[in-house]
């Protein structure tokens, strides 16, 4: 199970926010992209660009978790 530790690690989950999360960065974050092709009402997406999306979206969910996580312990704690 020590592999599954990364997903627990703050400066890895950032670094994949920072990296898989927004890359390719120019002309804009690829992520931003999807999300403005889907408030659009995403049309055209087909099967390979859900994933894309879903791909690009992971990073953000596991530090999403992180924080809640984090933040249920401190409220536990005190």
Not at 63 to 77: E, N, S
Request: hydrophobic content about 60%; aromatic content about 12%; some cysteine.
């Amino acid at each position: 199970m020590g592999g599954l530790n990364i997903f627990n690690d703050w400066k890895m989950v950032i670094l994949m926010c920072l990296t898989l999360g927004l890359a390719p960065f120019f002309p804009e974050p690829h992520l931003v992209g999807k999300i403005r092709w889907i408030a659009g009402g995403a049309n055209g997406m087909a099967l390979m660009d859900w994933l894309d999306f879903f791909w690009h979206l992971l990073p953000w969910l596991l530090l999403i978790r992180l924080a809640v996580i984090k933040l249920k312990r401190q409220t536990l704690a005190n």
